[in-house]
């Protein structure tokens, strides 16, 4: 492979990560057509379209959308509302009761320590110093 013989073993995945990771998807996407079976059956207006409308979605062409990624998304995307750096400003949201509707609240932040940018050393930030310094060394 690339980068020698260790590097084979580096890209394996230990099987009780693997095992727990894939029963994490099995359980929620279990767990997800259970609850639409139910939402079917007892709440048939949230899953109807509207009077006079087509459905935009047939059966369960969305319910990955619906059942998993939403659950997740919060994880990864979150508005900023200051320079991609070392430290920056996250805009606070809050979700509706039934997790429909994401309301942004862009007067109120929280300032935060960059742990998963492409930009967490700061130098997008910092004008002069370093992004003088780079320019000069290319």
Same mark, same amino acid.
């Given at each position: 492979?690339?980068? @020698?013989?260790?590097?084979?073993?580096?890209? *394996?995945?230990?099987?009780?990560?693997?095992?727990?990771?894939?029963?994490?998807?099995?359980?929620?996407?279990?767990?997800?057509? +259970?609850? #639409?079976?139910?939402?079917?059956?007892?709440?048939?207006?949230?899953?109807?379209?509207?009077?006079?409308?087509?459905?935009?979605?047939?059966?369960?062409?969305?319910?990955?959308?619906?059942?998993?990624?939403?659950?997740?998304?919060?994880?990864?995307?979150?508005?900023?509302? %200051?320079? /991609?750096?070392?430290?920056?400003?996250? +805009? #606070?949201?809050?979700? %509706?009761?039934?997790? !429909?509707?994401? $309301? +942004? $609240? /862009?007067? !109120?932040? !929280? $300032?935060?320590?960059?742990?998963?940018?492409?930009?967490?050393?700061?130098?997008? *930030?910092?004008? @002069?110093?370093?992004?003088?310094? +780079?320019?000069?060394?290319?």
């Amino acid at each position: 492979g690339r980068g @020698g013989a260790g590097a084979d073993r580096a890209d *394996e995945v230990p099987y009780w990560t693997a095992i727990t990771t894939y029963f994490g998807y099995a359980l929620l996407i279990v767990v997800g057509y +259970v609850r #639409d079976a139910f939402g079917r059956l007892f709440k048939r207006s949230q899953y109807a379209a509207p009077a006079g409308y087509a459905p935009l979605l047939d059966g369960y062409d969305d319910f990955y959308t619906r059942r998993l990624y939403y659950r997740i998304s919060d994880c990864w995307g979150r508005p900023i509302a %200051s320079a /991609p750096g070392a430290w920056l400003d996250v +805009v #606070d949201r809050q979700w %509706s009761h039934d997790r !429909r509707v994401l $309301h +942004v $609240h /862009p007067s !109120r932040t !929280r $300032h935060c320590l960059n742990l998963g940018s492409y930009n967490y050393l700061g130098f997008g *930030e910092l004008q @002069g110093g370093v992004d003088s310094t +780079v320019v000069r060394t290319l």
